[in-house]
């Protein structure tokens, strides 16, 4: 085995774009070094050009982003918020942080975000039991929008806020906008994995600058203007730190890059996988672009000869590293007191789907080892 082909291929790697490391430098020759700085204004600045929010605030991680739109639009103790069962923790965690209650809606089969239809059966639920939801949090999975036009015709007549967990759909589009433009709120994330990277981090979006203003307050522990430290309400340690902020300002240059080169790896194992018997891949809604954060197969193990894990498994023999789709909230033993609008779809899921190694900076040759790999799996 060649030294080659031992070096492990991960499944989206961090991929530095090149100016990321002159703006750090820049923010240690100001000595910015502490928390905030001009790094942060200007990626703030970035994220806005870059999703048509005209406000955004930099925080320390997506979940971070989620748990202030949560306490902004007033959800408290013991109210229902109605989240994607197909996701991961950090959608819903900062809603049971509140004390609040998540509710689950299942997937649909042509964009496997939140089915509206049982979103709009929930809603109704809520409403006639008098326990009116406080937020709908969908998912955009794998960086594909959910379908906020048609949610927001359910929500809109009881004025309920829609949230969007845009963490994985940075560079996505719905009807021409970015994801989550369209929502009262967007968080965004830019953990180590995600399409972009700024080594851990977050930001909210939204037009209405109260609220955004509010996210930087409660971010920076909820300070009331006075020269001593005056505290009337509870606030939290979320702001991005100005060293951070320099190496996401680097990332969004090359978000377009990005994204055309994850749809190309999508693009090219749908085209050597799709005709393999048992084998298919995540749609694509007729509504936008989806960015591809990862690919995403099912493996029907009947018609392949081999489950998803076996896959899995194969790949990792070889140093490649594959993932199960999410698990779905419902069925987190965390959660196995909560309710779930409908199930089947997600659960199906995460039984037949695997996430293929998507990082841009891999090369045709290990997409090809890979693509190889997988074919000798099946019968
Ligand atoms: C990554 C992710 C988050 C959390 O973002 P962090 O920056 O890691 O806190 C939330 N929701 C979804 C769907 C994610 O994929």
């Known amino acids: 085995m060649s030294a080659s082909k031992n070096k492990r291929i991960y499944l989206s ?5 090149g100016n990321e490391q002159e703006y750090v430098r820049q923010a ?43 306490r902004i639009v007033g959800v408290e103790p013991g109210d229902v918020v109605i989240a994607s069962s197909l996701t991961f923790i950090g959608s819903v965690s900062p809603v049971t942080f509140i004390g609040a209650e ?5 997937s649909d089969c042509k964009s496997w975000n939140m089915d509206p239809e049982l979103l709009a059966e929930a809603v109704d639920h809520y409403i006639s039991i008098g326990r009116k939801p406080k937020a709908v949090i969908p998912t955009d999975l794998y960086g594909q929008c959910a379908d906020y036009d048609r949610i927001l015709e359910i929500l809109e007549p ?3 806020p829609l949230i969007v967990d845009a963490a994985e759909s940075v560079g996505a589009t719905y009807k021409g906008r970015h994801a989550g433009k369209g929502a009262l709120m967007a968080a965004y994330s830019f953990n180590g994995n995600k399409i972009i990277t700024s ?19 409660l971010s920076q522990q909820a300070k009331e203007p006075e020269p001593y430290y005056e505290h ?38 749908e085209q050597e996988l799709d005709s393999c018997s ?17 690919s995403v197969m099912l493996v029907d193990k009947n018609e392949f000869g081999a489950f998803p894990d076996d896959i899995r498994i194969t790949l990792e023999k070889e140093n490649i590293e594959s993932r199960p789709v999410w698990k779905p909230m419902h069925n987190q033993p965390v959660f196995k007191d909560n309710t779930v609008f409908g199930g089947k779809v997600s659960e199906d899921l995460f039984e037949r789907g695997l996430c293929l190694p998507s990082g841009t900076a891999m090369t045709a040759d290990e997409q090809q080892r890979i693509v190889d790999l997988i074919k000798r799996c099946g019968k």
């Open 28 to 70: 240690f020759e100001s000595n910015f070094i502490a928390p905030l700085g001009p790094m942060v204004n200007g990626f703030e600045q970035d994220f806005s050009d870059l999703t048509g929010f005209a406000h955004c605030a930099a925080l320390s991680s997506g979940t971070a982003a989620l748990h202030l739109a949560l």
């Open 278 to 294: 048992g084998l298919s891949f995540m749609p694509e809604a007729d509504y936008g672009q989806c960015n591809r954060w990862l």
């Open 232 to 269: 009337k309400e509870i606030g939290y340690n979320y702001r991005m730190s100005n060293l951070v902020a320099a190496v996401g300002r680097g990332q969004v240059e090359v978000i377009p890059e990005r994204v055309k080169r994850k749809r190309e790896i999508f693009d090219y194992y």
């Open 102 to 106: 998540p509710v689950f809606i299942d």
């Open 158 to 160: 009881h004025g309920i």
């Open 199 to 217: 080594s851990g981090g977050g930001m909210l979006g939204s037009d209405n600058e109260e609220m955004i203003s509010r996210a930087r307050w």
């Open 13 to 17: 790697p961090p991929h530095m774009g």
